[in-house]
């Protein structure tokens, strides 16, 4: 599946967001390596740092499902072009390889794509 169709699920999936405390919500559409699609939105909690970022949601029901290879995520936000956080940047590192995509825009015309080496330079991994 194409970025900007990707694109347009993550932005499907900011509907979905719990955000009540920032009320800034996040779509992720996760691609595996076989082509399988997995989304996620962030969950927020009244304890803040029990959040759930949209990444680390569409990466958790990915791997729970038995899926541990991944080419790509696209992300969409209602603040517009949004990166990972560090903590999401750590996780992935632990399951992609260094040239696995990071894609984000303020609109499906407007997509910019990073890898992972880019965003986490010298990661740190066992
Ligand atoms: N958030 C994500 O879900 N993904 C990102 O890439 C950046 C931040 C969430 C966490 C929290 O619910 C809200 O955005 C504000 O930080």
Redesign the pocket.
């Known amino acids: 599946m194409d970025n900007r169709q990707l694109f347009k699920i993550a932005e499907e999936m900011m509907d979905k967001?719990y955000?009540p405390?920032?009320k800034?919500h996040?779509g992720?559409a996760l691609v595996t390596k076989d082509g399988k699609v997995f989304t996620g939105c962030?969950i927020?909690n009244a304890s803040y740092p029990v959040?759930i970022?949209?990444?680390r949601t569409a990466f958790s029901k990915a791997i729970s499902e038995g899926y541990t290879k991944f080419e790509k995520i696209v992300?969409a936000?209602s603040g517009g072009k949004?990166?990972?956080?560090g903590m999401?940047r750590q996780f992935m590192m632990e399951f992609c390889d260094d040239d696995f995509q990071i894609i984000s825009g303020d609109d499906e015309n407007s997509l910019e794509v990073l890898t992972l080496k880019e965003i986490l330079p010298r990661g740190f991994k066992l």
Do not use: D, M, R
Request: proline share 5%; charged share 10%.
């Open positions: 967001a955000v405390y920032s800034f996040v992720a962030n927020e959040t970022c949209a990444e992300i936000s949004a990166w990972p956080c999401c």
